[in-house]
């Protein structure tokens, strides 16, 4: 980063400047347990998704990593509730589970620093694959005979303030790992 160039205006540059070049399921996991149709009704749901820390080729100007998305349900317990485990904590133990990962690719003209391009993958990565996962998640829940909720629409948002310069959403964000809705709420 330049003197002057403050990190919102090298953020921004990368968002102008990147395209996607591709996207590809690079593996699947899908398992259903014994216990799944006597243990739905009150199960939890949880979903979530994390990107690895991205490689970028300064020859080719391509910034490429992998997302895992993951989407399970388990008996309905007080640990998870209670704060004794993580819900990532019980994935293990789930009753329903889909997981996927995806190569992810963008082409990335001009120079940029590091940070910046993990930054742009971190946030862009995981969005830009979501709607494959949905459509993933709805296809194999639909061939297992499964009644899945769908999972929600991601919407991104990144306020920047006039004097102050990026402000990170993940500083206002949840936890990584959202409880899954049923479709009647």
Same mark, same amino acid.
């Given at each position: 980063?330049?003197?002057?160039?403050?990190?919102?205006? &090298?953020?921004?540059? =990368? #968002?102008?400047?990147?395209?996607? @070049?591709?996207?590809?399921? $690079?593996?699947?996991? !899908?398992?259903?347990?014994?216990?799944?149709?006597?243990?739905?009704?009150?199960?939890?749901?949880?979903?979530?998704?994390?990107?690895?820390?991205?490689?970028?080729?300064?020859?080719?100007?391509?910034?490429?990593?992998?997302?895992?998305?993951?989407?399970?349900?388990?008996?309905?317990?007080?640990?998870?509730?209670?704060?004794?485990?993580?819900?990532?904590?019980?994935?293990?133990?789930?009753?329903?589970?889909?997981? &996927?990962?995806?190569? =992810? #690719?963008?082409?990335?003209?001009? @120079?940029?620093?590091?940070? $910046?391009?993990?930054? !742009?993958?971190?946030?862009?990565?995981?969005?830009?694959?979501?709607?494959?996962?949905?459509?993933?998640?709805?296809?194999?829940?639909?061939?297992?005979?499964?009644?899945?909720?769908?999972?929600?629409?991601?919407?991104?948002?990144?306020?920047?303030?006039?004097?102050?310069?990026?402000?990170?959403?993940?500083?206002?964000?949840?936890?990584?790992?959202?409880?899954?809705?049923?479709?009647?709420?």
């Amino acid at each position: 980063m330049s003197e002057g160039q403050s990190a919102s205006d &090298a953020y921004n540059k =990368v #968002v102008e400047r990147a395209s996607l @070049e591709n996207i590809v399921l $690079t593996s699947s996991s !899908f398992n259903v347990s014994h216990e799944f149709h006597a243990e739905e009704e009150n199960a939890d749901r949880f979903i979530d998704q994390m990107a690895s820390r991205p490689h970028f080729d300064e020859h080719s100007k391509l910034l490429m990593g992998e997302v895992r998305c993951r989407v399970w349900m388990n008996k309905a317990t007080d640990s998870v509730r209670d704060g004794e485990k993580t819900p990532g904590q019980v994935f293990g133990d789930s009753i329903f589970s889909i997981e &996927a990962k995806y190569g =992810v #690719v963008f082409k990335m003209p001009g @120079e940029h620093n590091r940070d $910046t391009l993990d930054t !742009f993958f971190e946030r862009m990565a995981p969005f830009s694959t979501w709607p494959y996962f949905r459509g993933h998640v709805a296809q194999v829940a639909a061939e297992s005979g499964i009644d899945f909720p769908i999972l929600p629409i991601k919407k991104l948002f990144h306020p920047v303030k006039s004097a102050g310069g990026y402000v990170d959403p993940d500083e206002q964000a949840q936890s990584p790992i959202e409880p899954l809705r049923s479709r009647e709420e």
